[in-house]
């Protein structure tokens, strides 16, 4: 079925890394943009990252630009994240999450993953 | 970045009852604005694209209005199931932003 799964969290100190992947099933993921997206516990929902339907761009939230990464294979259907000198504020449930434009600039989210948590604490 | 604003934060509400909230954009964004619902425990769920585009398989009580700055969220008929916390979205420029959110709660 149509879905996006992922995995990869846990606990980490501060400075710390960690590599996110999101598995996606049941549609042509190598069509469509691919995002990040993450929310601190009781908080609200934070934008993270975009990446391209063919990896050709990547964006980010400014408050992590420089620390993580955004990759994805098309050919394994699976996005990533690479989170580098992670700190506590880092610390959310992260979700992945499909656009709603086939091949089209960063729009919005229209299928969601269940999300992995990433704690930071030393 | 754009920052989007989003009343009230909460509300309490009866079945049937008719339900607005409103979001706000410190620019204008055209209708580049989403609306999503999230339960506790549960990923969000997109009810509403470019601002008035009812998502597939959500129910028409869910109405989308706005465009520039001022946009609005209308559920005409609350029923038991709509009880969430609902955010709206911009994306008309990265980095993309939510608002706040507003928990519709049961009165």
């Known amino acids: 079925q149509v879905q996006l799964v992922e995995s990869g969290g846990g606990v980490v100190q501060p400075g710390g890394s960690l590599r996110l992947s999101c598995a996606a099933s049941?549609?042509?993921?190598?069509?469509?943009?691919m995002h990040w997206v993450r929310q601190a516990p009781g908080k609200g929902l934070e934008w993270v990252a975009f990446?391209?339907?063919?990896?050709?761009?990547?964006y980010y939230t400014d408050s992590v630009k420089g620390r993580f990464t955004i990759s994805r294979d098309n050919s394994r259907n699976t996005l990533y994240l690479q989170m580098d000198s992670l700190r506590v504020g880092d610390t959310a449930l992260y979700y992945c999450?499909?656009?709603?434009?086939?091949?089209?600039?960063?729009?919005?989210?229209?299928?969601w993953g269940q999300g992995t948590m990433v704690t930071v604490s030393s | 970045d754009i920052q989007m604003t989003q009343s009230p934060s909460s509300l309490s509400a009866s079945v049937g009852d008719r339900v607005t909230i409103t979001c706000r954009a410190s620019?204008?964004?055209?209708?580049?604005l989403n609306w999503y619902q999230q339960k506790p425990g549960k990923a969000p769920k997109l009810l509403i694209y470019?601002?008035?585009s009812l998502q597939s398989g959500v129910p028409s009580r869910f109405r989308g209005s706005g465009s520039g700055t001022d946009f609005t969220l209308t559920i005409s008929s609350l029923q038991p199931e709509d009880f969430a916390t609902y955010y709206c979205?911009?994306?008309?420029?990265?980095?993309?932003?939510f608002g706040q959110g507003t928990k519709v709660e049961i009165k």
């Open positions: 999450a499909k656009d709603i434009v086939v091949a089209g600039p960063p729009d919005g989210f229209d299928l």
């Open positions: 049941g549609f042509i993921f190598s069509s469509y943009g």
């Open positions: 990446i391209r339907y063919d990896g050709s761009n990547t």
């Open positions: 620019q204008t964004i055209s209708s580049y």
């Open positions: 470019t601002a008035t």
């Open positions: 979205q911009q994306s008309y420029t990265t980095p993309l932003t």
